[in-house]
């Protein structure tokens, strides 16, 4: 079948092409039917049937005769370690991490909190979770420990799983302080914490609390899967929203296992068996679908790397992972390739690899610019193929369907929408617009399966900010436009996040962690252009009246503030003391004109600024800084 056929059929007869999508999954009760409508415009998929992700994952593929193969390989050059765990080595870990859970009171619908570097055993706790029916929830490494203890309250963990150390290049990170921080932060005190002691830094254990990971597992009975209803949320994964305040994505179990496993075939162009590589971090979203359970359900060899793609030890790694373990796709973000170009311009270190084995490359998380991708083509030799989703859709929006068909491919463009999605730009009145026109990128209801249903305790929240503007549509918060063809062009965020290094930030988090620093009376956040990391945040700082501090030790200061408020993940280096803040006349700051000045772009004066002669003395603040940045 074309896509053009797969595409027509899932959006008019969505019960039929999902129901038949469903085939691929084992259920221990087959749904009744695929989409209920009961609670619109809240819209679930498979709710009825019983199933668990865990045996999709692991399990199911022992119980076929495929215990032997790889499930997961950890490749490390940070720690120089390469190590392989099969399908059958990987269901034993977890029903015994499971076993040793339930043991100590888990059960079905308790959450956990995991907080892990790139080991396998992150995986293993996730599908521990889900083996019982735990609610997992992945905090990303390089958050702060008030970021985590943030989450710890809206979830309220029964357990925290942790390492004792993160690694990143030239520094250990001692994941145990931080963690140790959040909980004496928290309000919530989850029973007990387990601890993955790493080699490289030991983290001293709190009596009765917590766990050494092996001593907490000694003795304990596996425990065998737990069948969950479809709806039942698989995890929480927080992502940042307007404010300091996370939205807590939460992904029902049913859907997210059938959508997954269309895509490994269908989009990514693998075969079970083969070996999948998404470079990113199981505390993303991409590592959620794509690292962990997309490639483990489709019954491919997923691989946990833990490096970066320059630096460990060099601009090659990638292309020695790829040649090393037979890796057929690989999935990661455009920065990762910016930082491989600037270091290695012409490929050299591609061309001592035998990379034939490798089929194709898959980027999205943030916009992937013509020329990052053109190189990548000239390069690798192999399809580059950009694709559009985000957290709350948990699988791609838009692409390239490479496994039903390779289409055209239009620079700049995620190509076309997938099944399930009904695309459509929007006017502000919230009318479709014609081909070629900006506005606002919005889904008709009901989203595909796979996708979010609510936010973890906000469901007003989930209907005022991605429902409530369009009434009949789920709002992207991205702004572009489709064209003729019907491919889609993804121009900018409608809403405070930037996408740092691949990395989706709340900009008015930031200013929130900013004006609580005693001396800052204002200040705004925005995000500039980087030539690696695409966007970089920079803040602007108004001091107290009176406040006679020298400006660059209030500026040092604010650097230090939101790295250990949110975290080094933040990137944020780039604070400026101004008089004025630009705003219009109802006291709105413009913050996308000061982008605007700060990328050397033309814009036009807004018609309600209030007093043009701000914008000189930003410009004059950001010259001395030495931006707009040359090129
Ligand atoms: N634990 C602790 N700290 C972490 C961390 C983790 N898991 N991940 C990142 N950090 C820290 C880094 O050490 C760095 O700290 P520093 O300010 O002391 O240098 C900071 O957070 C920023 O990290 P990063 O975004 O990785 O930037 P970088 O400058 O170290 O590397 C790239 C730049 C482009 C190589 C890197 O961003 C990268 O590999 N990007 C790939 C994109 C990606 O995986 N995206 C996921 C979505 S698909
Ligand atoms: P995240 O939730 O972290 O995956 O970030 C999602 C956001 O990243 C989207 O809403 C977009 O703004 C951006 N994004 C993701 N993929 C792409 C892409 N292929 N092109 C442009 N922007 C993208």
Redo the contacts with the bound molecule.
Sequence with gaps: MSYAEIYRRSLADPEGFWMEAARAIDWTRPPSKALWTERAPIYEWFRDGELNACWNAVDRHVEAGRGGQVAIIHDSPLTGRIARLSFAELRDRVARLAGALVRAGVGSGDRVILYMPMVPEALVAMLACARIGAIHSVVFGGFAAHELAVRIDDATPKAVISASCGIEPGRIVPYKPLLDAALAEAAHRPDFCVILQRPEAEAALVAGRDHEWEAFQAGAAPAPCLPVRGDHPAYILY?SGTTGQPKGVVRPTAGHLVALHWTLRNIYAVEPGEVFWAASDVG???GHSYICYGPLVHGNTTIVFEGKPVGTPDAGTYWRVIAEHGVRSLFTAPTAFRAIRREDPEGKLIRRHDLSGFRALF??????DPDTVAWAERQLGVPVI???????TGWAIAANPLGVERLPVKQGS?SVAMPGYDVQVLDEGGHPVPPGTLGALAIRLPLPPGTLTTLWNAEARFVKSYLGHFPGWYE???AGMKDEDGYLY?MA?TDD?I?VAG??LSTGAMEEVLASHPDVAECAVIGVADPVKGQVPMGFLCLNRGCDRPHDAVEREAVALVRERIGPVAAFRLALVVDRLPKTRSGKILRGTMAKIADGQPFRMPATIDDPAVLDEIRAALGARGYPAAG
Excluded: S
Excluded at 387 to 392: F, G, L, S
């Design positions: 992502t993303w979203v991409v980027l999205a998380g943030e916009r992937a950009d694709h559009w989703w985000q957290t709350e995620p992207t918060g991205d993804i965020r996040v996408n990395h989706r």
